[in-house]
């Protein structure tokens, strides 16, 4: 199959996957919120989220795939299926209708989206080569970035012409065609053993450099930007303009910036390139401090911002393209859950942490300790350098 073909499938897979997860945590919190809703009741809906977390558990069956030839195609094939009969049954619901039931639902769709994204992205690994991986990391960093500015942007405008029903029968059709695309893929044979092996996972070269960059590298940056909005908003900058420069000027941003750094990015320079990008990620962490703390000028905020997205969409591309390296070939599935579990973890949790410190101390010592946890992150980075190059170049 043509190379550039298959890059744009993928980018096409992890848009539907981005897609109706910003949608659903996102958009859908804002309607409910128009509609009503209790912010007790909104955060208890953020729950649906939690079955990312167990991608690692989600793997085991993907990764054994004893009832399947080809396991991985299969597998996501299925789950493609499921999402779009979920999809389908929640353009019927109405909102106002039973909470608990909405709930219910939404936690099957992020189950099976969670579920979803191990066998299509350890397909993935599997079918790009070493001297692809990098531009893999990019178009999948891009592909989120995309289905973020689709989730959070597009849906929402679409709901607001034409009604809840159409944005979710959009992603029903996306989810059908995803499933039909996926069986067009060739498989690597699966070898004469399916044994999970996840014991081999945590003894590999290079692994104990690895682990701590996966759980500590991306969380402090992500957090930051979670909070940027709200502290624009705070700074006095209209609603209108934070949404169009930070939600999809910063995501344009960071999408380019993914992308033109798979032209340089290799597996020979991604251990020096990870210090570099979260040095460069702390840096933009503590000008933004700056700026919150001193007060400065809406459009030097704003240009701060850029240089947030920037460090997200390159630090986002190599953290992919690392993730796929440390995936060994006869447990793609489950490597892959381990990595994501372990970031989908941390993710989750430094938002709790950052949000007591900016309700305690405010924004600009948050953004602060964020910027020296990161910049403490890249440190470590630098000297587990020489330990990650040797497993890269020797796998």
Known sequence: ???????????????????????????????????????????????????AVIKLWLALPVERGRRFRQRYKSWGSLLWLGLALLFALL????????????????????????????????LAIALFHDSEQARAGSVRAAALFTGAVGGSGIMLLLWQHHGWALPCLLMSAAALLCALLLRLLPEPPAGESRRVDMRGFFRQPGGKGWYP??????????????????????????????????????????????????????????????????????????????????????????????????AIGGLSALMFMLMMAFSREEN??????????????????????????LDRFGGGVMLTTLAGCTLAVALYAWLQRRVIAARLIQS
């Not at 019927?92 to 209708?97: K, M, P, V």
């Not at 900058?237 to 032209?263: C, D």
Request: net charge positive; hydrophobic share 60%; proline share 4%.
């Open 1 to 51: 199959m043509n190379r550039a073909l298959l890059q744009l499938m993928f980018f096409w897979f992890n848009v539907s996957l981005t897609l109706p997860v910003t949608w659903l945590m996102l958009g859908l919190p804002l309607i409910l919120h128009q509609q009503g809703w209790s912010g007790q009741q909104l955060g208890l809906f953020q729950l649906a989220a939690l079955p």
């Open 91 to 122: 353009s019927q619901f109405d909102l106002q209708q039973n909470k608990s039931l909405l709930f219910a639902l939404l936690l099957c769709c992020s189950l099976l989206l969670a579920w979803c994204d191990v066998p299509v992205n350890a």
């Open 213 to 310: 960059l996966c759980v500590l590298a991306f969380p402090f940056l992500g957090s930051g930007w979670l909070w940027l909005k709200p502290l624009l908003l705070d700074a006095g900058l209209p609603m209108h303009q934070v949404i169009m420069w930070v939600g999809v000027g910063g995501s344009v941003t960071g999408a380019v910036v993914s992308l033109i750094g798979a032209r340089w990015l290799n597996r020979r320079n991604a251990s020096a390139a990870l210090p570099g990008w979260l040095l460069f990620a702390g840096v933009s962490l503590l000008l933004l401090a700056a700026g919150v703390s001193l007060r400065l000028s809406a459009g030097l905020l704003l240009a701060i911002s850029t240089l947030m997205a920037c």
């Open 332 to 357: 793609r599935a489950v490597d892959y859950g381990i990595q994501a579990s372990l970031f989908t973890l941390s993710r989750l949790s430094v938002p709790l942490f950052s949000g007591l410190l």
